[in-house]
């Protein structure tokens, strides 16, 4: 018998109707005649109303209690729905992370998944069972602590429990239709995707698309599990990330990040492991540098510029004072009004000209652009955040509607 | 170092606020120089919260999952005070019931403390940590299951926690000021009892006082840990109940219930073993008969009467239905204008002439008694529901204020 995990997040989760409305697309796989297995999120926005108590309660709240109060939110979701579907004929049951044998490492609030011994969801499945699974929490058996997983940790307990069980699939339920080639909201030409594979699901999410975390998709790569974007309020089909697609476009999408800001530090001696010592200790205070660009050479110093998430923002301008100071550079600066737009597609490996029909499509619309960056599959440009919906609009014009 | 275990109930933790207050209380404890484990309940009302959730998704819930949404609520209370410990410099970490080894029965909803292993909490103490334990909940290692222990659970565990702990004492904290000589609500004159025995306090619980359980009273008085009756929001010192006081009052309190009806079978053939059947039957159908009263046998008829809980008046009418018939009975009955007041006092046992005392208060008030019932430090007498708020008065005016 097939066996697919499922997994719903909070939006999907958010009220009793909206439970009603999950519980029936699960009995339709079931009638389907499919083993299902469930992951779920906290109901809605429950996780931030648990996260504003402890900020009441606490400056720093102690990350492991943090862990201990968040893993209630899904404990509600998975009983709720589980005794739904037992009034409604079906027999289900709700495990925990810790239950359902969701180890993971020890860091609490961003814990990674080490395995899945599942031996409690086997047991249900063989029995017949709905399997209810809360998303995002697990348990380190060395500290006997209850862990959460962080951002994405949801889609990432489903996908992983798809490969630990050999599931024929892992179906992400969620608010929107899918994964399109560029964001909805920024043109109304943009187009929901069919089918993409992981390598393109990677750049996109890295990139600014938000419907999937990168660590899913990886694991889903990595174990070679077809992970499916879906609706959960309306029939559509969504979009499946797999390793290979029927047709491969040259772009798949286009995509954009306005929330980074544009770092420069300005003179600095062009010296060999000048870059390692910027960036390894930006890196040691946790920033998460994103691209970099090195000027050539002048008069034996260079410009270094690199792009950082705005929340960061005072940490990296501390930093860079002090960079300024020890490396004896003439200054830094910060650019606020940047925005990356970056077009993605498997296809380009065998394609070339990609890039120079990007700078001119952008060039051609007056759009300047500051930075570069590629990837064998991705190509991206660092622009003013005023040309952002331009840029979106004539590349996805350019590559994707022809 | 002495050990105390303090229990904050719903009203206790209902918000921050109220959060913040217990954690001033817990602190004074500790400065006193005592080892502190604390338990607590969900906050105020979101376990009615959680039910109307579950009864939205299903008319009769799965009693397993019933707890395992239940058993959310006291995470949320527990890591809060955790954390807000913490951030006032004090090292605090919170353990749910499975984590500190409180191992129950499998029976879900109403489970029963078997065993505390208390590992992790002793771990806690010995560090100088304020452990703070989920009330209400523990564990089945057979069934691998959550559990939770029905009504008076967090107090069940907090005296079974000190017990198990070898705890001075167990301090319940609440939003009354103790255990009172009546109700305050019904009688100005109602005083603040210091001290209690366990036998009172069972018997008062039993009788109509709410403020502490039967259950956990029970497991105070087998392990003598005395239990300590206190307010949350203010400084009293509360009521202590224990095995000895020092000067025993010949009656202690007086109680009251006006939530039992007065059920009667008519005629019922006065043959050995008859009463044996019809209560053999209430109790197979789990009808909580309390008082029972057989009238002296006319022409080899009897009748029987008996008070049971108001919620359970329509099984209890189906079942006398039933037994009129197989028992060739007369008829049957209910009254569901009763009340039933009583005094309680560890001196009665060596004081003759209580009870006729009382039988006299009564009727020289013009109260009339439509059934009594003793034990050796209690009598009861089921009155008229009008009668009830002056038969209160009088007889604590009698027995309690002289």
Known sequence: MSLIVQKYGGTSVANPDSLKIVAEKIISAKKEGKQVVVVVSAMGSSTDELIALANELSETPSPREMDMLLSAGERITMSLLAMHLNSLGYDSYSLTGSQAGIITTSRHGRAEIEKISGER???????????????????????????????????????????????????????????????????????????????????????????????????????????????????????????????????????????????TLFGVPDQPGIAGSVFGHLSDKGVNVDMIVQNVSKDSKTDISFTAPEEQKDEVMEILLHLTQDLKAEGSDKDENIARVSIIGAGMKSESGVASKMFKTLGSNEINIGMISTSPIRISCVISKNDMQKAIEVLHDEFIID
């Open 121 to 263: 969801v086997k047991e249900g499945l063989e029995k017949g069972s709905i399997v209810i699974v809360a998303g995002f929490q697990g348990f380190n058996p060395d500290t006997r602590e209850i862990t959460t997983l962080g951002r994405g940790g949801s889609d990432a307990t489903a996908v992983a429990l798809a490969a630990s069980l050999g599931a024929e699939k892992c179906e992400i339920y969620t608010d929107v239709e899918g994964v399109f080639s560029a964001d909805p909201r920024i043109t109304d030409k943009a187009k929901l995707l069919k089918e993409i594979t992981y390598d393109e699901m990677l750049e996109m999410a890295s990139t600014g698309a938000r419907v999937l975390m990168a660590r899913s998709v990886e694991f889903g790569r990595r174990y070679n599990v077809p992970i499916i974007v879906r609706p959960t309020f309306s029939d559509g089909m969504g979009t499946t990330v797999k390793e290979q697609v029927m047709e491969q476009a040259i772009v798949s999408g286009v995509t954009h990040n306005d929330k980074e800001i544009k770092f």
